[in-house]
């Protein structure tokens, strides 16, 4: 009983917080919100929540990793993938090693291996955390789409290198050679896995559908089990269920451009997993809240065996991590821009010197969030030997203090720095979709005269479907003009309407089958093509 109340309380803080986000008078971040309701939680009731870290990893990171691979702009991704590797992989070793030695240096108490899975822990950035800070003031689309690519890829990076880390604290032992060779392991297994999972789901319910007719609970629930299946089949196999959940998501954008499911099943698809996004994410930050008075007093007993005699001293490691993590990723942001830059020159583009504004912006939109907190929380209890875990309070004191101060720091520099910023042009893609449109309304005309050709071949109402098809593409040829884009219905008869019902049918799938065929051609990018698709799908529910 008391787990159930657990946990209808924290998802109504995460109801509250989102009402609470919305109306404050100044822009307050949305986990901060969330944060704060959750130690309110903790003042008022006392739950005494024990999380197991190996139930809490598998119940929150598979499915948020699926979900940023899954909507990711590949598009995006592909052309600033140079700049996105560069900080996704080259930023967090270069954070792991030299933050590491700084914490341990800092914080003696912390022996080195812990202070290495400290800080691979709070290299991952955390997109949704901008993003909630991009709703106020928004950022750059190009620029955006980069912190995601880097978030994306970092998160996988962060944990895998936290997973070595925590290995060493519980062993004793490191050997670069057998660490590369596992690295190399838990990669291509994991990557293997996640994309395996993912087709061979995809081709199961695709073919139970074709012969059977598809259920839109069912599909939906598939999607939503396909990311737990990866994760625990890389498991099994000791590769990396991080990567396999991450491989998952980014199949998964490439099968769902074959539109074999249901426009019904997309569109409650759609709704539901942007219900466990939110969820998931708003769940994880109200139990650091709930969590988070404890963790203090265990985190300064630590730091009294430093030989500091105040919580005041709490305070300031995390101050100091943050400004050694801001500067560690100013230095790599800096010299990542120019390399780039100057490989672009090398092949013939113009030169370009990166402006300290937008190194700043960079630096300072690398937020940390979920993927943070979730895994600083699944350190170890417990040693081999049964002791606790060493530092384990103060680690995750640090890690959620990172998280806050991060996100203050974005919440009150960004808006400054974005004012005025310049990028180089986006990629042709995303500057319109009219042509696609066009294309896509030249596709539905030819699909309505060949419907009504099939339909009223040797019908004595022939001239029936001739006068409704001849009206319906009629819209369809204003949209090709450009002089009309909204349809235009007529009741005359239910026969008629039945008609055109039919062939309104058509219509939208030659337009949805000609923004798949555009985005596997790699004319628009898929960030787009979701869009138009989702468009084409709320129009089909209006007609099925």
Known sequence: MEVITLVLFLLLAVV???????ISPVPVPLPLVQILLGAFIASVADFGVQLDPGVFFLLFIPPLLFLDGWRIPKQGLFRDKGIILELAFGLVIFTVIGLGYFIHWMAPAMPLAVAFALAAIVSPTDPIAVSAIANRVPIPKRLLHILEGESLLNDASGLVCMRFAVAAALTGTFSLVSAAGTFVWLVVAGVLCGVAVTWGTTWAKNWFSRRFGEETGSQILVSLLIPFAAYLLAEEVHASGIL??????????????TGQALPITRVRRVAVWDLVQFSANGVIFVLLGEQLPEIAQRAATVVYETGHQHWIWLAIYVLVINLALAVLRFVWVW????????MAARRGSPRVAPSWKLILV???????????LAGVLTLPLMMPDGTPFPARDLAIFLAAGVIIASLLAASFGLPILLRGLQLMPDSEHDETDDPVRAAAAEAAILAIEQTVHDLGAGRSDADVYTEVGARLMEVYRQRV???AHTAQEAEAARRMDDIEHTLRLAALKAERDEYYRAVRSNEISDEIARKLVREIDLQETRFA
């Open 16 to 22: 509250l917080s989102g009402a609470i986000a919305r």
């Open 481 to 483: 003009d450009g002089r």
């Open 335 to 342: 010299v990542s821009l120019r390399f780039t830059l100057y």
């Open 244 to 257: 396999a959940a991450v491989a998952a998501g980014v199949t998964m954008s490439y099968t769902e451009q």
């Open 362 to 372: 960079t630096s300072l939109a690398g937020v940390r969030g979920a993927i943070t």
